[in-house]
DNA sequence: ACTAGCGGGACGACCCGTTTGT
DNA sequence: ACAAACGGGTCGTCCCGCTAGT
């Protein structure tokens, strides 16, 4: 007569997480508090500080998640351009960037907007920031060397501007001529094409 | 025998939104309480509350400020570089972004940072941030057009990607390289100049 | 080139007391703060101060104002009744107090409302309003002796209660019913009178 | 070895609510703060919030206990004279209501009093106000039907008047001479009894 | 592992009545 | 008549800890 684990509903920590994310990328970090948390989570206070000593952990595990995320879905979009022409696919990879930017839940960049409420640069919060930016800031000089850049880390500086600007562009802005205008942003920075 | 208003130490208006200023740049409105601001700039809260009806009308004023600064900086710069070539000027120009976000006291763009703890976008805080974007888009695209591009509002828009890159970058990653690449950023994406 | 008296408009004593008038009898004292009333009166703080030394006395002041007028309004009816026979004049009287009560404006008796927010019966606003029902009392046992009433005492006891009913129920319950009854509870209030 | 729950101290909720009853009834609800009753109720703030969403709401639930109360109160004296003759157990019940304007403690009518603080009649706590008087005048009006009165909604009026004057009398006058009258007010305001 | 409830105390924004100086 | 100052008050929310019970 007991509930089997698999029917049970998703347990505390899944949720609590789960909640967390939505209300911290959609409201803000610190416009969210733990009881509203924990009330849309359905779960007690204690479970909550069970699995989290405190709310910074939460916006860790948070950020963690995203992070996480960010690398799949930039993993994905990359396998199934195996075939694809090097420059063609970081090229698309910009564009799904645009995409993700144009979704109506769209908020802008979990990271820019944390670290905008985490301004102390050595905070455990900003150290998943600086670690997914070195990640995305080599993943494009890997793809760029292997492009042929003479200048792989230049470029991949400059792409990483272009990204936070679509990032922040995208919610700030209106999305569609700036989605329009990433492929040729792209080919303007990328080396050695003839232009216009 | 009365001390001249001139001699008196600066008004509580101005005391307060220099105070406001400070910390919100430096640490973020929400985590900027109004006590705070008030012990800071020495005032009394009801004299406070007799200049700013709520802390929202204080952000407001806060940015509205950023953005008179930021006019009045890009109008100065642009004097100073009255005879200089025009591509040259533009470039200059985000150069001295760069200079802005090597400065040690940076913390960030004031209108970015204050859009991610502001996501309703109806929010007069955000009518704030969209003004000066248009603003500085408008700016762009009128001196590309000085500049013979054939495709001035493409070009504005790519621009925009890089000066929000170059305020987020700044920020979050080693200013060093970043502020090394944005000559080179400017060259590739201008139209019209022979590459490499 | 002063301007004379008689062309300014209504002194700023005047304007305080009736703005507050009209606040307080119609939001309640608590509710309302001084510094509404200087604004709705136009008047600085410091005239505010200079006329009355508290909120408080300004509360009397509103009072000692209703206290009037409401002994202005009753010798009024009273003196347009002269010569109506004294039973029908008492009655007329309760009559003129329940068409108080069907104004649109109307908001309860101010004695009474206030006594609801001052509860310490030593308070000087209070002696106000011990002082209206004193008044009020004494003026209707004065009538019921002329009019031959072997208790007047009594009888007059038992018509504050009549009087009181009316201006919280005028306030309370829907006032026309109410109305309708007052005539008939005079009626077999009042001595010596056959019935139905 | 666990202490029973029934042998704990009252629940918060219970000591807050009667905290706050004795407190608003006392000193009137605008005197009385949040803090001094969790203070006195010896509970933390969140507790109250958790119990109560908001000040009015813990207005509404004291209005609700008066209610109640009032209407047991009522129905114990009723039950308790339920042989005697029905003109009789009225003039008790409001004898029974100048005997609980007697108390020492006695402030007047909670429901008058609140509505005094609270003008606005679309106000969630007037709506108890506005229950709790019609229940009343039902009351009254099925008992005078009952009694054979062949006007029984309009003496249900008079006599709601009647009940208006004594709980404001009692508080407001000397309650001794109030309550003497009682009996001889319901004797004068009943129909059909031959009369002095 | 999870729940309900409570305690604690600092802090959030905002308003109070009052006084002073220009 | 205005602006500023003052200190404490309003209601409400913050994050976090703890106990008792399932």
Known sequence: VT????????PARRRILD?????????????VGIDRIIAEAGVAKATFYHHFRT???????????QYQQQREGITTVLASLDGAEPREALTRMFVAMGDFGGRPE?????????????????????QVITEQRRWLRNLLRDRLTTLGDPAPDRTAD???????GIFVGADLD?????????PDAITRVLPGQRRR
Chains 1, 2, 3, 4 share one sequence.
């Open 106 to 126: 769209y908020r802008g960049c979990a990271f820019i907007n944390a670290a905008a409420e985490y301004p102390d640069p050595t905070h455990p919060v900003r």
């Open 3 to 10: 509930t089997k684990l698999s029917e049970r509903q998703a």
């Open 158 to 164: 400059i792409l990483m501007l272009i990204r936070d």
């Open 19 to 31: 909640t967390a994310t939505r209300l911290f990328y959609g409201e803000g970090v610190h416009a």
């Open 174 to 182: 209106d999305p569609a001529p700036l989605r329009a205008a990433i």
């Open 55 to 65: 709310k910074d952990d939460l916006v860790r595990a948070y950020l963690d998640g």
